[in-house]
């Protein structure tokens, strides 16, 4: 019996255990039919606002930079050569590299024992000539005084021969007398002949004299000047470089002994590509002498100067593209020739554009103007230079009008954004409105919290403001959207 007992106390409770598993599994399968058959809840979705940095597009008049780089180099710089060879007797104190000199100073002394035997022996040469010409005009005036004499003694013996012939006709002469007298008259006209060329032979005495006397002139002068040339002055205010003698060196002839560079008559030279060659140039196709400004940073201090451009390079180069010009500098202290400096140019003036940062304009040409409703359309512009960080772009119709200064990929056609303008002071947040919660409404929006699936420092965070006497009604109203009702 007790086993019987105790085998129908098992059967009950494997029964019980048995139906209450089967009420627990339908349980389970009834909560989960019913999760999976409720709609979904719906959250209303709130468009998206991007806050935006915006520009206004003001018509302005604009005189474009062209930044370039270039090097100064002087207008008057002179190779300062030995025209005679020797040794040096006597140098100027500033004959030494940066050494000041002004126009006329006495730079270089060569021995002039050469130059100065040459001198003497020309001198000689120019006595003889001297002499030659005295000589030969003496022969010129002896051989016409012969010539005259040559000349009466032939009028004579024509006579003669003419008294013969007259006596021969009235029968008084006789023949042979007529030959005689011809004969006579003949040696005299041949004796006036010899006596001419004679005189012309003196005469071209005198010619040659003359020629020698002015190549012995010309020797003297040269000689002359091969003395002066011994001693070196300065052409001009300047600074020697390239200091090559000193004294008791030797130099030859034509040796480039030192630079003289005029520090004060400064230019820079530049090179531009072709298109902004093209921006330098008026109507007439001529380069305008646009203003320029050369900046030199010199540990941390920037040497100014400005001038203006000059002239432009006749050909390109070998090798080489765009322009080459140059600008002549007004005042340039501090700068040196050779120094490498930044070249800033003054383009020609543009009418009705606007100056805008370069982020604000797409690869394309376009910007995004804030339209009605605070909301973006696409617009085209013309780009026409670009100056550091900002671009000059075309106004036309959008003047006035808003645009994006700094675009980014989340930005387009349509978008809705907050502007917000250059200079403008932050707006103070508004204050949120507080409402005063029921008990009952409290914790249902307590129970929400600790229902859903937020992280525990957030629920703490909600459930800490839900306890206050007042809660923020965007708070309230945010969680009573989630729950539905």
Excluded: C
């Excluded at 019987?4 to 989960?32: D, I, K, P, Q, Y």
């Excluded at 100067?305 to 390109?316: C, D, F, N, Q, S």
């Excluded at 387009?412 to 303008?421: A, C, E, T």
């Amino acid at each position: 019996m007790r086993f019987l007992r105790r085998s129908l106390m098992g059967v009950f409770l494997l029964s019980v255990t048995l139906a209450l598993m089967a009420w627990a599994g339908n349980m389970v399968r009834e909560a989960v039919n019913a999760r999976l058959n409720e709609e979904p809840r719906s959250f209303p979705q709130r468009e998206r606002v991007l806050a935006v940095n915006v520009v206004t597009l003001e018509p302005q008049t604009v005189t474009p930079e062209l930044t370039v780089f270039g090097e100064l180099r002087s207008q008057r710089t002179l190779d300062l050569r030995s025209a005679t060879g020797g040794t040096v007797l006597q140098a100027s104190d500033a004959l030494v590299e940066g050494g000041a000199v002004s126009e006329g100073d006495l730079l270089l002394s060569i021995d002039p024992i050469e130059a100065q035997a040459a001198l003497d022996r020309v001198r000689a040469d120019l006595q003889d000539a001297q002499a030659e010409l005295r000589d030969a005009d003496r022969s010129l005036l002896l051989e016409q005084d012969e010539l005259s004499a040559a000349q009466e003694q032939a009028d004579l013996r024509a006579q003669a021969l003419t008294r013969a012939r007259d006596l021969q006709t009235r029968g008084v002469g006789t023949a042979a007398a007529v030959e005689t007298a011809e004969l006579a008259a003949s040696s005299a006209q041949a004796a006036v002949l010899t006596r001419r060329q004679a005189l012309a032979s003196a005469q071209a005495r005198i010619d040659q004299a003359r020629t020698r006397l002015a190549r012995a002139q010309i020797s003297l002068a040269e000689a002359e000047r091969d003395v002066a040339d011994t001693e070196v002055f300065a052409a001009f205010d300047g600074v020697l470089a390239e200091v090559t003698v000193s004294p008791g060196g030797r130099v030859t002839a034509n040796e480039s002994f030192a630079q003289l560079v005029d520090p004060t008559r400064l230019e820079v030279s530049f090179r531009v590509s072709t298109s902004q060659y093209a921006r330098l140039l008026d109507g007439d196709g001529t380069l305008i002498t646009a203003p320029v400004r050369v900046a030199l940073d010199v540990s941390g201090v920037n040497l100014l100067a400005e001038g203006r451009i000059t002239r432009e390079g006749a050909t390109v180069g070998t090798g080489q593209t765009g322009r080459l010009l140059f600008a002549r500098l007004d005042a340039a202290l501090g700068f040196r020739p050779g120094d490498f400096v930044t070249v800033s140019i003054d383009e020609p003036a543009l009418e009705h554009v606007a100056v805008v940062p370069s982020t604000a304009v797409a690869a394309d040409g376009t910007v995004l103007v804030v339209g009605e409703e605070e909301r973006l359309q696409s617009a085209s512009v013309d780009l026409l230079r670009r100056q550091g960080d900002d671009v000059i772009i075309t106004v036309r119709d959008l003047a006035g009008q808003t645009i994006v200064a700094e675009r980014s990929p989340l930005l387009g056609d349509g978008i809705k954004v907050l502007p917000i303008r250059p200079g403008a002071a932050a707006e103070e947040p508004a204050a949120p409105e507080m409402i005063a919660l029921d008990a009952d409404r409290r914790a249902k929006l307590i129970a929400f919290v600790n229902e859903g699936r937020m992280p525990d420092d957030v629920k703490a965070r909600i459930i800490g403001q839900l306890e206050q006497d007042e809660v923020s009604s965007e708070t309230v109203a945010r969680l009573e959207s989630r729950m539905g009702s």
